[in-house]
T-cell receptor, first 113, second 111 residues
Framework: DGGITQSPKYLFRKEGQNVTLSCEQN?????MYWYRQDPGQGLRLIYY???????QKGDIAEGYSVSREKKESFPLTVTSAQKNPTAFYLC????????????FGDGTRLSIL | GQNIDQPTEMTATEGAIVQINCTYQ??????LFWYQQHAGEAPTFLSY????GLEEKGRFSSFLSRSKGYSYLLLKELQMKDSASYLC????????????FGAGTRLFVKA
């Protein structure tokens, strides 16, 4: 079955540490996205990529970095510069045309130790 | 600017009908999506509207009025499993086809 897989499901970060969240999809989608979800707030876009080897900052990119070396993979690194990283992180993918919905992974919940 | 408003919470009774409203302000409207999200899980796609009118899909229907910047999601014959958050999301041409999500409406279905 095609789908989008995020790992790990839960992640703990120590102060000053960088951590990387994995996102893999086998839907053959060109576009991939990373969102952050905090309680009582909508999904906020961190980074997105419309094609391999290209990505753009979203609304809250500071303290995060991404790469898109393969179509299937879009890992997100939460750097030590992100001072409030505790949140639920969702990865999504879609076909590039406007009427196509985004397909989401099951999310990674990141907490600070 | 871009803004999406939805009620924070709603409560309805099993078997009833509930309407969840969404109002939006965008510079370059290019479609509206509704997603369902159970607590701690991934959002799943429910419906898409780009033209005015009603789209029906089983127990779920979605309506759009572009002139009013307004949409609603209608859930019929409510079931307990419909207890979830419902996210309204608007695709905006300005800024590179980004999708802007509302904060979601938490629906509680009671017996």
């Amino acid at each position: 079955d095609g789908g989008i897989t995020q790992s790990p499901k839960y992640l703990f970060r120590k102060e000053g540490q960088n951590v990387t969240l994995s996102c893999e999809q086998n839907l053959n989608h060109d576009a991939m996205y990373w969102y952050r979800q905090d309680p009582g707030q909508g999904l906020r876009l961190i980074y997105y990529s419309q094609i391999v080897n290209d990505f753009q900052k979203g609304d809250i990119a500071e303290g995060y970095s991404v790469s898109r070396e393969k179509k299937e993979s879009f890992p997100l690194t939460v750097t030590s510069a992100q001072k409030n990283p505790t949140a639920f992180y969702l990865c999504a993918s879609s076909l590039p045309t406007g009427n196509q919905p985004q397909h989401f992974g099951d999310g990674t919940r990141l907490s600070i130790l | 600017g871009q803004n999406i408003d939805q009620p924070t919470e709603m409560t309805a009774t099993e078997g009833a009908i509930v309407q969840i409203n969404c109002t939006y302000q965008t510079s370059g409207f290019n479609g509206l999506f509704w997603y369902q999200q159970h607590a701690g899980e991934a959002p799943t796609f429910l419906s898409y509207n780009v033209l005015d009118g009603l789209e029906e899909k089983g127990r779920f229907s979605s309506f759009l009025s572009r002139s009013k910047g307004y949409s609603y999601l209608l859930l019929k014959e409510l079931q307990m499993k419909d207890s979830a958050s419902y996210l309204c999301a608007v695709r905006d041409l300005v800024g590179g086809f980004k999708t802007i999500f509302g904060a979601g409406t938490r629906l509680f279905v009671k017996a």
